[in-house]
């Protein structure tokens, strides 16, 4: 049997984490963080991670701050963003000139989660 692909989920709700692994995981392995400094640890502990989604609004690092550190040191990862909150100017900045692929705002269609992610497989 061939290896899921890997996406690693940060956030800093244990429910949502939850719930990321729990639908996402039918279908790819997935690494989880409670927040950006985690995440980074795990992007380098696991190379093989392909995808990141990450929560906007953290306690210490946004998940913007979170991915502009993580694509100097990562960046043939793709990026993408979730929050329950509706797009920014600065998020929309952030999708324009490339730094995250996708929003999703929570509560997220799991099913445009999934095509997003092998969009940019």
Not at 33 to 58: C, F, Q, R, S, Y
Not at 73 to 88: C, D, E, I, Q, R
């Amino acid at each position: 049997m061939q290896n899921k692909k890997k996406v690693l989920c940060v956030d800093d709700e244990p429910i949502n984490l939850l719930i990321l692994k729990k639908i996402l995981g039918r279908k790819y392995e997935v690494i989880t963080a409670k927040h950006g400094e985690d995440g980074l640890l795990e992007l380098e502990k696991d190379p093989a991670i392909e995808w990141v989604i990450t929560d906007m609004n953290m306690p210490g690092m946004t998940g913007l701050d979170f991915i502009r550190e993580a694509k100097k040191l990562f960046p043939n990862k793709k990026y993408f963003m979730l929050s329950g909150y509706a797009v920014t100017d600065e998020i929309q900045g952030a999708i324009d000139t490339g730094l995250i692929y996708e929003y999703f705002q929570k509560p997220a269609d799991y099913k445009l989660m999934d095509q997003a992610l092998e969009a940019y497989s």
